[in-house]
């Protein structure tokens, strides 16, 4: 029970660091955007083109605030993924333990990293396909 509980634990574990991953490289692109948009706004400042400067702060407005919601996301992923490594540890340490004890029968062998990686791909990619489904079938009823 509590080596199925530490193999959940891992799985999760790989899990939190990809979505922390993902967020981070999410991030990296919004603050791109948001460099391009101050950017473009200076240009045409420089030119005195009132109505692109308009434009661009706008889009800057919109992108620094993504970025800062973005900055709180990954700060938050990376505090759970502390929590949930030291409990990992913590839970490894007691099947340890346990092993250690007599009359206890031989761990199970632990699942391939690959088989569950293409297990998290394929639940990811469901997720995603569920997701745009949603999306076009509000579109198809006029909901935006």
């Known amino acids: 029970m509590l ?10 574990l790989r899990a939190m660091r990809d979505a922390l991953a993902a967020s981070e490289r999410e991030l990296a692109r919004e603050r791109q955007q948001l460099e391009d948009a101050e950017r473009r706004g200076r240009l045409a400042a420089g030119i005195s083109d009132a109505e692109t ?7 800057a407005a919109r992108h620094r605030e993504r970025v800062e919601v973005l900055e709180r996301k990954v700060a938050v992923q ?19 333990a346990a092993r250690g004890s007599a009359g206890n029968p031989p761990p199970a062998p632990e699942p391939d990293e690959d088989l569950l990686r293409g297990q998290m791909d394929r ?4 997720a995603a396909a569920d997701r745009q489904l949603e ?7 006029g909901e935006s």
Do not use: C, P
């Open 3 to 12: 080596h199925a509980a530490l193999l959940d634990a891992k799985v999760g």
């Open 53 to 59: 400067v308009e434009v661009a702060e706008r889009f």
């Open 78 to 96: 990376r505090d759970e993924l502390a929590i949930a490594e030291r409990e990992y540890e913590t839970m490894r340490g007691e099947v340890q």
């Open 123 to 126: 639940a990811a990619r469901e």
């Open 135 to 141: 999306f076009l079938k509000k579109k198809v009823r």
